[in-house]
């Protein structure tokens, strides 16, 4: 089983649409990162999050350290939010990270 | 800062050839890092480094070489190409504790 397992992992959805993506790990944490990958392959830093919530723009992240588990909220989504969005944590005293396969999320017009 | 660079973006190699990716970060960062990414599967660390003159290993070093002699490069050594190494490479940085900063990649194949 992987530490990190992301769900679901294929999602297409019309613009507009409220979106929720899902990210269940099984080690201890320091924290949890939302990273995206546009459909280019560049990746972007979303969100790192060791509590609670955050929130930039149509984003918001938040995280359950008891149930260990993170949401990853698009609200109106538009087309050019398309993209890969991988979750990934870093384990308590060590800066590696751990990933998960990826969401790919596709919003139709 | 220009962020993390990478080149090349492209390369083609034949079994048993080798190259290096090269990796340059301008932010001053500490922590630098290779990542593999294979088709629909995750990124995999490949090495990892916490300063100038130290690196580990990550979860699929076999295969690869890393050197840190500056804050700001990070080179990746292929030494024999296998097609197993066909892959797109990412090269990152961090401070401390922080959000990672991820070159455009390299697309690797080995044929």
């Known amino acids: 089983k992987n530490e990190v397992e992301q769900s679901p992992q294929n999602l297409t959805a019309q613009e507009g649409e409220f979106i929720t993506i899902n990210c269940s790990y099984s080690?201890?944490?320091?924290?949890l990162h939302w990273l995206q990958q546009h459909p280019g392959g560049g990746i972007v830093s979303l969100f790192m999050?060791?509590?609670g919530k955050k929130k930039h723009g149509r984003l918001i992240a938040t995280i359950n350290i008891q149930e260990k588990h993170s949401s990853l909220h698009i609200t109106a989504s538009h087309p050019r939010d398309s993209a890969v969005y991988i979750c990934?944590?870093?384990?308590?005293?060590?800066?590696?990270?751990?990933f998960g396969q990826g969401t790919r999320l596709t919003i139709n017009p | 800062n220009t962020g993390v660079t990478q080149t090349p973006k492209f390369r083609i190699l034949k079994i048993g050839q080798s190259m290096t990716l090269q990796c340059t970060q301008d932010?001053?960062?500490?922590?630098m890092y290779w990542y593999r990414q294979d088709p629909g599967m995750g990124l995999k660390l490949i090495y990892y480094?916490?300063?100038?003159?130290?690196?580990d290993k990550g979860e699929v070093p076999n295969g690869y070489n890393v050197s840190r002699s500056t804050t700001e490069d990070f080179p990746l050594r292929l030494e024999l190409a296998a097609p197993s190494q066909t892959s797109v490479y990412f090269c990152?940085?961090?401070?401390?504790?922080?959000?990672?900063?991820f070159g455009p990649g390299t697309r690797l194949t080995v044929l």
């Open positions: 990934a944590v870093s384990r308590w005293g060590a800066q590696k990270l751990v």
């Open positions: 990152a940085s961090s401070l401390v504790e922080n959000e990672q900063f």
């Open positions: 932010m001053n960062h500490n922590y």
């Open positions: 999050l060791s509590s």
């Open positions: 480094s916490v300063g100038a003159g130290i690196t």
């Open positions: 080690v201890g944490i320091s924290a």
